[in-house]
């Protein structure tokens, strides 16, 4: 995925023509967009008819910045975690994802980019959230968990 961050990996399964759900991983220094497999894996095994892929979303975790297979500096997804998540879903042909889920420093950029505006997702999911203001949080207007 093109951005004016680098080339962005993405791991994707199930229709590109349904939600998206966009997952951003954490800051550990071996953390990548396979800290996701777990959870899209029983996703699948949950869906109607088992096909092996949650076919009623499109699911789409990226390698950060720096991280794994993507290019750029591991800064940015910190510094401008909106401006790159809203490249990210704008380059998968989406206005806006169904979703964000974030893990521990990727939690943080989904609900940082959450502040900053209410037009990047409809909800937003964490597990693990570091937040280094977490009194900002009480100005995001989506649902989140």
């Known amino acids: 995925i093109p951005t004016e961050y680098g080339d962005i990996f993405a791991r994707a399964a199930g229709s590109e023509d349904n ?6 991983h ?3 220094p071996e953390n990548s967009s ?3 497999n777990w959870l899209v ?3 699948s095994a949950r869906s109607p008819g088992f096909s092996g892929i949650p076919d009623e979303y499109y699911h789409v975790a990226i390698d950060c910045p720096g991280y794994g297979r993507s290019t750029g500096d591991r800064q940015t997804i910190r510094s401008y975690p909106l401006a790159l998540l809203k ?3 704008r380059a998968l042909g989406k ?5 964000l889920c974030g893990c521990s420093q990727g939690a943080c950029a989904v609900l940082n980019a959450g ?6 997702s409809y909800f937003i999911a ?8 977490p009194k900002r949080y009480v100005r995001i207007l989506q649902p989140t968990l």
């Open 19 to 24: 939600p998206l759900i966009l997952y951003v």
């Open 26 to 28: 954490g800051s550990g």
């Open 34 to 36: 396979l800290e996701w």
């Open 41 to 43: 894996t029983d996703l």
């Open 87 to 89: 490249q990210v879903i």
């Open 95 to 99: 206005k806006k994802a169904f979703c």
């Open 115 to 120: 502040v900053e505006s209410s037009e990047i």
């Open 126 to 133: 964490v597990y693990h959230p570091v937040g280094h203001d």
